[in-house]
């Protein structure tokens, strides 16, 4: 009997997460991605000769998830991973600290590093460790901010620790970002053992990770996008999807890894296909500025930068730093040279090692819908739909984590898990 056909549509994460694993499972799986590249919002692409990255994605020791998705796809000696949480924090002014666990059972690996933090008075710090131990207790409805203030947190701490890792976290500010979902955050990576907060991140362009993931799939069609689902009223199910030219591809079932927006135009309305309505989601961006100078290497693989927009630093390579800034919104239209000369004179200021460095040269990679926050009234879906042969999958989706790279891995899994029990098969593997 011939394999069962699934098309997989939209190539990011998610795509590739749940056709690398219907693939595994014995199904003849296509990939449609209506653009050129592959990884969606995680990949990479050459300026002026030289490859990076669309943006810096960093992922936690928590991320279980993707690390065994990257596992799997034969990449993990191409990430790298701390051997516990260290985090060298700039002031705007060169002053540095840094936050380290120690060999300690959580959440007491953190106390010790927080006694020495040089950016957080005393009467901060315990009020900090106060707030720590009661995010054991489930938040209130609201947002984190909010859940912060109820629990005394002044803008000292604000500047000097929940900014700085919650907002890159989450992608948006904690006055939009829900006290449940930070809170699982905050319990998931720094209350949850000292292996789970360790920061890791890919030592070869993204696109690489992508690229690995889509040779398990029979066929790759980049530059298609799809337009439409068919239907087969004889059966109640999709029977196959449409691309741009009109042309119709029959299959017999279909992901559909795509972010709202996408995923509304190709289905149409949402509630047809069994879905709450997709008008909810607020998209939030992520703008990255890389800069090359003239002092070779710094000595740190990363550093935050309090009061600055440049929020995260990574030496990419010698003479070679990218700039991650999340919730980009004053930025992400700004002109390139504008952005780079900004950051440029920021890092100046804040990295001792660069007063008087020359800058060589400057990228800016935007990406104006990097993650989507659901309104506080919006119900996010999971992978099932109203059609038994049509799943959905995306990081945005209900599984259990903010819209981050483990989220779009874990919907991908979930995707395909579902597809194959509807196609008769239970061999994906857990």
């Not at 950051?343 to 090692?353: L, N, S």
Request: net charge neutral; glycine share 8%.
């Amino acid at each position: 009997m011939a394999a069962s056909r699934v098309a997989v549509v939209g190539a990011g994460l998610a795509g590739l997460a749940a056709g690398f694993d219907l693939a595994k499972a014995g199904f003849e799986v296509e990939l449609f991605e209506r653009s050129r590249l592959l990884g969606g919002r995680a990949t990479s692409f050459v300026i002026d000769g030289i490859e990076v990255d669309n943006g810096q994605h960093v992922f936690l020791g928590c991320c279980t998830e993707f690390l065994r998705f990257v596992d799997r796809i034969g990449m993990s000696s191409l990430v790298r991973m701390q051997e516990r949480f260290d985090a060298l924090v700039f002031s705007r002014d060169g002053v540095a600290s840094r936050l380290r666990a120690v060999g300690l059972p959580a959440p007491w690996h953190l106390v010790g590093s927080f006694l020495g933090y040089r950016h957080l008075a005393w009467r901060d710090k315990l009020r900090l460790a106060r707030t720590l131990k009661a995010a054991e207790t489930p938040p209130c409805e609201g947002s984190f901010a909010q859940w912060l203030a109820l629990h005394g947190e002044r803008e000292e701490a604000l500047r000097s620790f929940w900014r700085p890792f919650f907002i890159p976290a989450l992608n948006a500010p904690l006055e939009d970002v829900s006290a449940a979902d930070a809170i699982f955050v905050l319990s998931t990576a720094f209350l949850n053992g000292a292996e789970a907060a360790r920061f890791g991140y890919a030592t070869v362009p993204l696109a690489r990770f992508a690229a690995k993931a889509a040779e398990s799939v029979a066929r790759v069609h980049l530059s298609a996008p799809v337009t439409g689902l068919s239907y087969s009223r004889t059966h109640g199910e999709v029977d196959g999807i449409i691309l741009d030219d009109g042309q119709r591809r029959a299959f017999d079932a279909v992901v559909l890894a795509l972010a709202p927006p996408q995923l509304s135009r190709v289905a149409g309305d949402a509630t047809q296909i069994g879905l709450p309505a997709l008008d909810g989601y607020k998209p939030y961006p992520i703008v990255d500025v890389h800069l090359w100078h003239d002092r070779g290497r710094l000595g740190f693989d990363f550093a935050a930068v309090l009061d600055s927009p440049l929020q995260w630093i990574f030496e990419k390579g010698s003479g070679y730093l990218c700039c991650s800034l999340s919730d980009a919104r004053s930025y992400v239209s700004m002109p390139a040279v504008e952005v780079s000369q900004r950051c440029w004179e920021e890092i100046k200021r804040a990295i001792p090692a660069l007063h008087g460095a020359t800058l060589v040269r400057s990228a800016v990679t935007r990406n104006a819908e990097a993650t989507y926050l659901p309104a506080p009234t919006q119900r996010r879906p999971g992978p099932q739909t109203s059609f038994p042969n049509l799943a959905i999958a995306g990081s945005w989706t209900d599984t259990g984590w903010p819209d981050t790279m483990e989220s779009a891995v874990r919907s991908g899994v979930a995707a395909a898990r579902l597809l194959a029990g509807a196609l008769g098969s239970v061999a994906i593997v857990a």
